[in-house]
Nanobody
Framework: QVQLVESGGGSVQAGGSLRLSCAAS????????MGWFRQAPGKEREFVAG????????YYADSVKGRFTISRDNAKNTVYLQMSSLRPEDTAVYSC?????????????????WGQGTQVTVSS
């Protein structure tokens, strides 16, 4: 079992930056592939970014490619999402997720563990 706790959300103006963190406990993070998802009001949950167990593989949604960067520090059991050039359409609840699969996956169904989410609001 893995417990995931996100932090770092908040309100920012368009063009600004935020860094989200996801702290894991209960299982070595090095054995867990990780992802970030987001869900805006009235919309489906959307894949944002994923990273493989060792950090060598990453994958991004087209909507955030070039603006967001996912990274991990397995020694600290933490995964990060650096978000830059934020847009109002990035407003959502952002959740981290962990899975026991190898590699990187974009489907929420592949993930076994979920955090409670953190709100990100981008104003124009």
């Amino acid at each position: 079992q893995v417990q995931l706790v996100e932090s770092g959300g908040g309100s920012v103006q368009a063009g600004g930056s935020l860094r989200l963190s996801c702290a894991a406990s209960g299982r070595p993070l090095s054995s867990t592939s990780m992802g970030w998802f987001r869900q805006a009001p009235g919309k489906e949950r959307e894949f944002v970014a994923g990273i493989s167990r060792g950090g060598g593989g990453t994958y991004y949604a087209d909507s955030v490619k070039g603006r967001f960067t996912i990274s991990r520090d397995n020694a600290k059991n933490t995964v990060y999402l650096q978000m830059s050039s934020l847009r109002p359409e990035d407003t959502a609840v952002y959740s981290c997720a962990g899975g026991t699969f190898m590699g990187v996956r974009g489907s929420p169904a592949a993930y076994d563990y979920w955090g409670q989410g953190t709100q990100v609001t981008v104003s124009s």
